[in-house]
């Protein structure tokens, strides 16, 4: 049977009210980080040096595209990828919570990705072990995709 394996542990999380990435928050100052932080770095922030004063924050999963570039040919090693390549896209989303990450963003069609759209986080394939396992990271696909289609996305 084929498992669902995060890429990093740690990094993002399938929660029963949907994916998320885990990330912090500076009680102090309210200012957020992903992935996870030890303290905080914002220069007019002293709650840096005091401990226990993050918290723990799962952001997600709306988002609005910021920019994006698709990758046409492989990227070298370390990066793993199922054969044949198939050239994605990978963006720059502005999330509700006030952070920009990066991610790749699932769409059959690269034409449609236009910044100011918005996006959705989702949990997904990013290639097929040698167990036959799916090694699972966190993508974002455009939000009228939801609920209409489940592109890409294997059952366990
Ligand atoms: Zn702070």
């Given at each position: 049977m084929t498992q669902r394996i995060p890429v990093i542990e740690g990094l993002f999380a399938e929660l029963p009210e949907g994916p998320r990435l885990l990330g912090s928050r500076c009680a102090h100052c309210a200012t957020p980080y992903f992935p996870r932080s030890?303290?905080?770095?914002?220069?007019?922030?002293?709650?840096?040096?005091?401990?226990?004063r993050m918290e723990d924050v799962a952001f997600g999963p709306s988002g609005v595209l910021y920019s994006h570039a698709v990758q046409n040919y492989p990227p070298p090693p370390p990066a793993k990828f199922d054969e044949p390549y198939q050239p994605y896209a990978v963006g720059m989303i502005d999330l509700a919570e006030g952070l920009r990450v990066l991610g790749r963003i699932a769409t059959?069609?690269?034409?449609?990705?236009?910044?100011?759209m918005p996006v959705e986080l989702i949990v997904d394939r990013l290639y097929r072990d040698g167990d036959g396992n799916d090694v699972v990271t966190w993508q974002f696909r455009p939000a009228e995709a939801a609920g209409h289609r489940n592109q890409g996305r294997r059952k366990p």
């Open positions: 030890p303290v905080c770095h914002h220069p007019d922030c002293d709650a840096g040096r005091i401990e226990n059959d069609d690269f034409s449609k990705l236009q910044g100011g």
